[in-house]
Nanobody, 122 residues
Framework: QVHLVESGGGLVQPGGSLRLSCAAS????????MGWYRQAPGKEREKVAG???????NYADSVKGRFTIFRDTARNTVYLEMNSLKPEDTAVYYC????????????????WGKGTLVTVSS
């Protein structure tokens, strides 16, 4: 069984920074992609950033230049460095991953973390 555990959320003032982390634990054979989504109150969940196994990254237009996604492959962990935070970045941030969990069935499977709350407010 694979689990994604997020950490790093909290309250920060506008213009501040936070770093989120997400670690995949359990039987992980390979990780094909990891990413971050967020859901603000009353809004649909949206993709914020993603990174694939080859290292390529992608970002939502709203966070380009402010957020950086990177990973530690040895620790099966992905990070989201968030700078110049704005009140509109307030949301629950969810880690997402496509992982092959290993035997007996090597099937690429989507996993979600439980989410971590980021609040940007003065």
């Amino acid at each position: 069984q694979v689990h994604l555990v997020e950490s790093g959320g909290g309250l920060v003032q506008p213009g501040g920074s936070l770093r989120l982390s997400c670690a995949a634990s359990g039987t992980v054979f390979s990780i094909n992609a990891m990413g971050w989504y967020r859901q603000a109150p009353g809004k649909e969940r949206e993709k914020v950033a993603g990174i694939i196994s080859g290292g390529s990254t992608n970002y939502a237009d709203s966070v380009k230049g402010r957020f950086t996604i990177f990973r530690d492959t040895a620790r099966n962990t992905v990070y989201l460095e968030m700078n110049s935070l704005k009140p509109e970045d307030t949301a629950v941030y969810y880690c997402n991953a496509w992982i092959v969990p290993g035997p007996p069935a090597y099937v690429n499977t989507e996993y979600w973390g439980k989410g971590t709350l980021v609040t940007v407010s003065s």
